[in-house]
């Protein structure tokens, strides 16, 4: 009873504040996918993900067929990784309980800030309809770890924190709903990495070591292999068959890559 209340409040909720300044006229000529789907559907279409997906698509666009145009299965497109990303989204806004408006008012900027107008829209229409899914996220995770690459999984953990930060707190639940995708995603040393990225503590530089994965305790010597090794692996060019809006925000990783060295140069005063 009290999950049937939640789910109809965020179906109200997210059907008032998400299309209440949108163009009634302008959503029913608008295309839904041609931008967000530009390039067609790969992995998605199948397994949990392909679930979620169906349902959604038979909703917003029951007279489209959209296939994969990938010849290989474990080839990820730019929509595949933009509808994980919706679909990862949305299990962050959900995983206090319900939809908070200024959590829908974060996502919204950042699908603007990252996608552009006419994408973020069709964003929204089809977050709305997955926020009214029910669905495993550790089976999404864990189909997801089959078809992206190292980079598109380090990013997308980058992204889930960015998206659960942005109102200015991180809450223990959409830590542990961050933490419990990412196991299925990245290696612990690289979950603790990006994390203390957003938690840091400007009393003391313990986060910096965090991110370069290394301890108090290491030379100097390994300090800077460690910067290289973290700016290697964490470089935007990694993530380029994402599409230019993904790569910026990798590169918001990769500055705090350096931000961290910097932070550990200056501590012991290396040149």
Do not use: C
């Not at 299990?91 to 206090?96: G, L, T, V």
């Not at 961050?178 to 990495?193: C, K, T, V």
């Not at 060019?237 to 910097?262: C, H, T």
């Amino acid at each position: 009873m009290f999950g049937s209340f939640i789910k109809i409040r965020t179906v109200f909720f997210i059907e008032k504040e998400l299309f209440s300044q949108v163009n009634i006229e302008r959503r029913k000529k608008m295309s839904l996918g041609k931008y967000l789907f530009a390039g067609g559907l790969g992995f998605v279409l199948g397994g949990p993900i392909g679930a979620v997906v169906g349902v959604v698509l038979a909703t917003l666009l029951p007279n489209t067929e959209l296939t994969s145009t990938t010849t290989s299965t474990k080839k990820t497109n730019k929509g595949d990784f933009r509808v994980v990303l919706l679909i990862m989204f949305a299990s962050i806004m959900k995983a206090d309980g319900e939809v908070k408006k200024s959590e829908l008012n974060v996502v919204k900027r950042f699908l603007v800030q990252a996608f552009g107008e006419q994408q973020a829209l069709e964003a929204l229409q089809l977050l709305k309809e997955i926020l009214k899914q029910n669905y495993n996220v550790a089976d999404i995770a864990q189909q997801t770890s089959l078809y992206f690459n190292y980079s598109q999984r380090t990013e997308l953990v980058h992204l889930l924190f960015t998206i659960a930060a942005a109102d200015g707190n991180i809450t223990t639940n959409e830590l542990n709903t961050i933490q419990l995708i990412a196991q299925r995603l990245i290696n612990s040393r690289d979950f603790e990495s990006i994390k203390a990225m957003f938690f840091k503590n400007p009393k003391n530089s313990d986060w910096a070591y965090t991110v370069l994965g290394i301890g108090r305790d290491a030379t100097n010597e390994e300090v800077k292999k460690a910067y290289r090794k973290m700016a290697m692996k964490f470089h935007p060019d990694k993530v380029n068959s994402l599409g230019e809006e993904i790569k910026r925000q990798a590169e918001e990783k990769f500055k705090e890559v350096q931000k961290a060295y910097e932070a550990i140069k200056k501590e012991r005063n290396i040149a």
